[in-house]
């Protein structure tokens, strides 16, 4: 009988078991094979996420951060709305190289007396009236006083099966552009792009992600786009188009080597049921426009942790009462930062001709507007996300609604209206 069961070993089940392992008998369960290798991934790790791993990793690791994140490019087809930290103060972050993190927590995790298992898939969930079983694909049995989803979008079955809805998804691709340094810095400024353009999506950015070697991009696709069509349009925009050649220019990359998969976003309704807790992107709890993941996986796991050992400590049961502390403090946490991208996501992501404009009108007010400016940038480094100033994000709203032309703020009031309201 294992205290905690985890399935899925992304950034939310591997940091929830390096630090739940401390006080409980914990296995984690991943079904990719990841004693074979932990897929590669260059990502944005803000300031703001740092809290939440403080115990856990050194910041200061240059095999899991390889460089400061300095500078984002929120870019139009004509603007370059830059948010230099050098501006204002500290880095907005750390780029990191998150399959090392990864590995880091796994190794955490069986230091501490946990048990790992990759390349096994769990296949049925039986409920009793003090523990869970859990059948994987060969019939082999676990059971456990406590369970955590951290499935992300590959898991819906199984969150179905426990009474969970599951959140709105979509088909998204990441690839890895390869280069030396040199060329890499000569390429790109910016360790962080991000750029919308209708005619790629409307559900999300195409963004490129800065590392040492390697340049990770990819956007997010339509819901009925199939994987195979997302990937060959990711190919056709890297080669065809105008805007990005500076960047990919003399970069190679591996079509077959592109990531396709479901990505999820929306929070379902309620993230924690009879000994069972969901984690991360799992719950839809991925910011709707800036579409930041790794924030909500650290959070929770850290929410969760917190939650769950006093818990042990009184020898609960886990019924719903008790774990619905853990919802409410996800909500309190991460629900006020949240708030600034469910309004830009309602005026930016959708089907409407508005879209390049409105765009452009943002990128262009971030390059004139020191302020603007300066409140995303106290987002990024926000040590406290239940604080967040929803304020800050009230002047740039008016200060975008200020630009428009008059027709256009006529046609528009609305929709500004209720994303204030949101």
């Known amino acids: 009988m294992y205290d905690v069961i985890i399935i899925g070993a992304g950034i939310a089940g591997t940091t929830f ?43 200061n690791n240059k095999g899991i951060f390889p460089s400061p994140h300095t500078k984002s490019n929120y870019m139009s087809d004509e603007f370059n709305g830059v948010i230099d930290s050098t501006e204002f103060g500290i880095p907005l972050g750390n780029m990191c190289y998150t399959e090392n993190l990864l590995e880091k927590l796994l190794n955490q995790l069986e230091e501490q007396g946990g048990t790992f298992k990759s390349n096994e898939r769990i296949s049925k969930i039986n409920r009793h009236h003090d523990y869970l079983e859990l059948i994987n694909s060969k019939g082999e049995s676990y059971k456990t006083r406590l369970l955590a989803l951290a499935t992300g979008s590959r898991g819906f079955d199984l969150q179905r099966s426990l009474g969970f809805e599951i959140p709105d998804h979509y088909t998204g691709a990441l690839i890895h552009l390869f280069g030396d340094e040199n060329k890499i810095n000569e390429n790109l400024e910016y360790n962080y ?8 999506s409307t559900n999300g950015p195409f963004y490129f992600n800065k590392g040492k ?39 190679k990359y591996d079509l077959s080597a592109t990531v396709a998969g479901e990505i999820s976003k929306h929070p379902i309704k309620k993230f924690s049921n009879d000994r069972v807790l969901v984690l ?143």
């Open 17 to 59: 078991a390096s630090k739940i392992s401390k006080y409980a008998k914990t296995l984690l369960i991943e079904a990719q094979d990841y004693k074979k290798e932990i897929p590669i991934r260059t990502n944005v790790f803000p300031e703001h996420n740092r809290p939440f791993i403080k115990e856990e990793i050194d910041w």
């Open 193 to 200: 792009v991000f750029h919308i353009n209708p005619k790629i």
């Open 213 to 251: 070697e390697r340049i990770a991009t990819g956007f997010l696709g339509g819901t009925n786009e199939s994987k195979e069509a997302i990937i060959e349009k990711l190919d056709r925009i890297l080669k065809n188009y105008k805007r990005i050649q500076p960047i990919v220019d003399g970069l």
């Open 280 to 422: 991360g992107e799992a719950t839809g709890l991925v910011t709707a426009f800036f579409y930041e993941g790794l924030l909500p996986g650290v959070a929770c796991a850290d929410i969760a942790t917190k939650t769950i050992k006093p818990l042990f400590e009184k020898d609960s049961n886990f019924n719903q009462l008790e774990l619905k502390e853990y919802d409410k403090e996800v909500k309190r946490v991460l629900f006020p930062y949240f708030k600034n991208g469910n309004a830009l996501e309602y005026l930016i992501y959708n089907e409407g001709s508005h879209v390049k404009s409105l765009w452009r009108l943002y990128t262009e007010l971030l390059n004139e507007n020191k302020l603007a400016r300066k409140y995303i940038y106290e987002a990024y480094i926000n040590q406290d996300l239940s604080k967040h100033n929803t304020s800050n994000d009230r002047y740039v709203g008016e200060k975008w609604f200020g630009k428009l032309p008059t027709l256009s703020k006529i046609t528009l009031s609305p929709k500004f209206f209720k994303a204030m309201l949101l």
